[in-house]
């Protein structure tokens, strides 16, 4: 009786450190999943000229997908006087590569390059080109998308805000499908 007893005592022990174990790491990967999140552009400050306004992250995901704008977006294309279809493909447009060798491009004589171009559309509202932030947007976009894309910079991107420069989304885009050719 005493042997049941222990092993009952001993079997709701396990049960209960299980269960403190099982929370305990239940927990932490939510503050992990929570902080992950946060450290990832929720706003883009959208410029062109003297127009500027701001959009979630989400709207522009959205917009990307399915092609529908949201007011500000409409305004912006309207000021930019863009074409939707093209600032889309603008957005999405990459260089697609296995990661590693996108990899070896951030790191390589080429990274510099890409920096300064994405970072011509893509920057901490009112400031410069931050190229740490940027290489960790880029590296984010690589390990998740499998590509560079403005979109992909714009949504890793490690500030809450992050602005974009209308003027030059087109011409950037431009510049990275020519040296995605030669790559």
């Known amino acids: 009786m005493q042997s049941f007893q222990v092993w009952n005592q001993l079997t709701r022990w396990k049960f209960s450190k299980l269960l403190s174990q099982t929370l305990a790491l239940g927990v932490g990967a939510g503050v992990l999943l929570f902080s992950a999140s946060a450290n990832a552009a929720e706003q883009v400050i959208l410029k062109y000229g003297s127009f500027q306004g701001p959009v979630s992250v989400a709207e522009l995901n959205q917009f990307v997908q399915t092609g529908k704008t949201t007011p500000t977006i409409s305004n912006?294309?309207?000021?930019?006087?863009?074409?939707?279809?093209?600032?889309?493909?603008?957005?999405?447009?990459?260089?697609?590569?296995e990661p590693a060798y996108l990899n070896s491009l951030l790191s390589g004589w080429t990274g510099p390059i890409l920096l300064a171009q994405v970072g011509d559309v893509v920057h901490p509202p009112g400031e410069d080109l931050d190229a740490q932030a940027l290489?960790?947007?880029?590296?984010?976009?690589?390990?998740?998308?499998?590509?560079?894309?403005?979109?992909g910079a714009i949504r890793h991107y490690p500030d809450q805000t992050v602005e974009i420069e209308g003027d030059r989304l087109i011409p950037v885009y431009e510049r990275l499908s020519s040296l995605a050719k030669v790559l």
Not at 77 to 96: E, W
Not at 135 to 151: F, P, R, V, W, Y
């Open 135 to 151: 290489e960790t947007s880029l590296n984010k976009s690589i390990q998740e998308d499998g590509e560079i894309t403005l979109l």
């Open 76 to 97: 912006y294309l309207q000021a930019a006087k863009q074409d939707p279809d093209v600032a889309r493909k603008a957005l999405v447009a990459g260089i697609k590569a």
